[in-house]
């Protein structure tokens, strides 16, 4: 049974930074995509950033403009997005996901597991 268990939400100013994490359970990690993805209130939800199962390709949404990074440990069974310079319209339920292929994947359709999520709330 393939478990993802998000953690490192919470409560930021604007400008200041997060690490969400995600560890899995129950799958070969090291062979399949990983990625975040979020959803506002009242929001679908939108892709956010997706690394390769060997950890060496990257993608991400157009509005990260480099502020977030994405990482995994294999060895651990874990990806970390590392949030930086978050904005208010950065306030929302962010979810990990395994894709079911190895190579990056940005559509939700690919993607075969998915966690409960955790809250992001950026408020002054």
């Known amino acids: 049974q393939v478990q993802l268990v998000e953690s490192g939400g919470g409560l930021v100013q604007p400008g200041g930074s997060l690490r969400l994490s995600c560890a899995a359970s129950g799958v070969t990690f090291g062979s399949y995509a990983m990625g975040w993805f979020r959803q506002a209130p009242g929001k679908e939800r939108e892709f956010v950033a997706t690394i390769s199962g060997s950890g060496f390709s990257t993608s991400y949404a157009s509005f990260v403009m480099g502020r977030f990074t994405l990482s995994r440990d294999n060895a651990k069974n874990t990806v970390q997005l590392q949030m930086n310079a978050l904005t208010l319209e950065a306030t929302a339920v962010y979810y990990c996901?395994?894709?079911?292929?190895?190579?990056?994947?940005?559509?939700?359709?690919?993607?075969?597991?998915w966690g409960q999520g955790t809250l992001v709330t950026v408020s002054s």
């Open positions: 996901a395994v894709a079911n292929i190895a190579t990056t994947a940005i559509d939700a359709h690919e993607f075969a597991y």
